[in-house]
């Protein structure tokens, strides 16, 4: 959707930010259900990723764009 195409392009160009700063980046006021969902199904595909992914509920949590990792083959 427009809304995760967004959120990636925001991650891309500022890096890695809180949920409350990238809702804003993208055009919302606060974090919604949209938003939520976006970013859910952008973590599930592996596109973006938590910066402390052992505690979610840090104070200090970011959501970041994935590392790809490349394996040889």
């Known amino acids: ?3 995760k ?3 990636l ?3 891309r160009v500022n890096g890695c ?3 409350k700063v990238l809702a804003a980046s993208v ?3 606060g974090v919604n259900n949209t938003f939520r969902r976006c970013l859910k199904e952008l973590m599930e595909d592996g596109e973006v990723e938590y910066l402390h992914p ?3 509920k840090d104070r200090r949590q970011q959501i970041c764009l994935a ?3 490349v394996r040889a083959s």
């Open 9 to 11: 392009e925001s991650l």
């Open 67 to 69: 590392r790809r990792s």
């Open 5 to 7: 195409m967004m959120i």
């Open 54 to 56: 052992d505690s979610p």
């Open 1 to 3: 959707t427009e809304t």
């Open 27 to 29: 055009g919302y006021k």
């Open 17 to 19: 930010q809180s949920s």
